[in-house]
C-alpha cells in the first residue's frame, strides 16, 4: 500500500516528501473535497518533486464537458500523471460516463497516453446527490478510467471508516479490482485509520488533514507525514 498526501502548495509538497510520502497530490482543501490548485501552483508542487514522486492533481466535480477535458489536459501538461474527478450533483450513469469520456480525452491529450483519470465516488454520496460507489465503479470500468478514489464529500462529515463496514468496503475494493481499477481510499483518514484502509486491500491510502498541522485547512508537515508513512510500511 503506498502514501498519497493531498498538498496545497509548493512548501507542503515539500514537507510531505520529506516525510517519505510516495505519491503527491495537489489539491486546495479550501474550496471542497476536490478542490484543484492554480495551474501555477501545480507547476510549483511538479518541480518540487524532483520528478522523485508521481504527482497527481484534484479537478474538482465534473459538470461541464468542455470545461472537464479543458482542466484534465491543462494540468496533464503542467506534469500530472493522474488527475481525480468526482460527479456530485451527477446522479445518472450515462451523463457520469460522458463527462468521464471527456476528461479522459483531455488527460490523454486524444492520444491515450499523458495522464491517467481516477474517478472518485463518494461513501456518502447521498450527501451531494451522486452515483452509489458501486454505480459509479461501474462507470470507471467503462469508461477509460484508470482507477477509481472513495472518499467523503462533507469534511465536517463521517469519515470513511464511520460511513462502510469493513465487509462492505472491501467488497467495493475486490469489485474494483476485478475490474482491473487502482484503488485509492481516502475520507478522513486519521492514523489509527490505516490498517482499516490496509485490510480492505486497497492499494493507496490518501491523506490530508492527518499530514497537517492544524487540521485539513493547516500545513502538511514532515514530522506527521513520517509518523503515516511508518504505519503503510507496516502495513506491507
Known amino acids: ?13 515539500v514537507a510531505a516528501l520529506a516525510g517519505g510520502a510516495d505519491i503527491i497530490d495537489a489539491k486546495d482543501p479550501t474550496t471542497g473535497p476536490l478542490g484543484a490548485v492554480s495551474i501555477a501552483v501545480l507547476r510549483e508542487i511538479h518541480a518540487a518533486s524532483s520528478e522523485t514522486r508521481p504527482v497527481t492533481a484534484a479537478l474538482g466535480d465534473a459538470d461541464d464537458e468542455r470545461a472537464i477535458e479543458r482542466e484534465a489536459w491543462a494540468c496533464a501538461v503542467a506534469g500530472a500523471m493522474l488527475v481525480k474527478v468526482g460527479f456530485a450533483g451527477i446522479a445518472g450513469v450515462e451523463r457520469a460516463a460522458v463527462l468521464l469520456d471527456a476528461a479522459v480525452r483531455g488527460a490523454t491529450g486524444g492520444s491515450g497516453g499523458r495522464c491517467g483519470v481516477i474517478a472518485v465516488a463518494y461513501a456518502d454520496a447521498h450527501r451531494v446527490a451522486s452515483l452509489a460507489p458501486g454505480a459509479l465503479t461501474a462507470v470507471a470500468a467503462t469508461g477509460g478510467a484508470a482507477g477509481v478514489l472513495l472518499d467523503t464529500a462533507d469534511k465536517d462529515g463521517p469519515g470513511l471508516r464511520d460511513l462502510l463496514s469493513p465487509r462492505a468496503l472491501a467488497a467495493w475494493v475486490a469489485q474494483a479490482h476485478d475490474a482491473r481499477l487502482l484503488v485509492a481510499l481516502a475520507g478522513r483518514l486519521q ?8 485490510d480492505a486491500g486497497a492499494d493507496i491510502a490518501g491523506v490530508r488533514g492527518a499530514a497537517c498541522e492544524g487540521g485539513r485547512t493547516g500545513r502538511v508537515t514532515a514530522a506527521k507525514v513520517r509518523a503515516l508513512r511508518r504505519i503503510v510500511r507496516q502495513s506491507g
Not at 500500500?1 to 509538497?13: I, K, N, P, Q
Request: hydrophobic letters at 50%.
Open 1 to 13: 500500500m503506498r502514501l498519497l498526501v493531498s498538498v496545497a502548495t509548493r512548501e507542503d509538497a
Open 191 to 198: 492514523i489509527d485509520d490505516l490498517g482499516f484502509v490496509r
